[in-house]
Nanobody
């Protein structure tokens, strides 16, 4: 059974940085594209960054140039380096397969709060 455990969130001032990590167990991620998603208060969950099995990255326009997604297939982890954080980046961050749907399994996420 697949488990997704996100960590690394916290409270940070605008302009600061955080590094999120996602540990996947129960399935090797090697062949799968993965993504980091964000759910802001009162909004739908959205994809902010994705990475293919070959390591090619995709970023939402709102985070392009500030966030960097990476993966370590040997450790079965996916990370998200977030720099120049803005209050609009506040939300719960989740990792999952790229293209995961609302009713798929999701981990507990990790809370990121950016103060102005």
């Amino acid at each position: 059974q697949v488990q997704l455990v996100e960590s690394g969130g916290g409270l940070v001032q605008a302009g600061g940085s955080l590094r999120l990590s996602c540990v996947v167990s129960g399935r090797s991620i090697e062949r799968y594209a993965m993504g980091w998603y964000r759910q802001a208060p009162g909004k739908e969950r959205e994809l902010v960054a994705g990475i293919t099995s070959a390591g090619n990255a995709y970023y939402a326009d709102s985070v392009k140039g500030r966030f960097t997604i990476s993966r370590d297939n040997g450790k079965n982890t996916v990370d998200l380096q977030m720099n120049s954080l803005e209050p609009e980046d506040t939300g719960v961050y989740y990792c999952n397969l790229y293209g995961a749907r609302k009713y798929d399994y999701w981990g507990q996420g990790t809370q990121v709060t950016v103060s102005s």
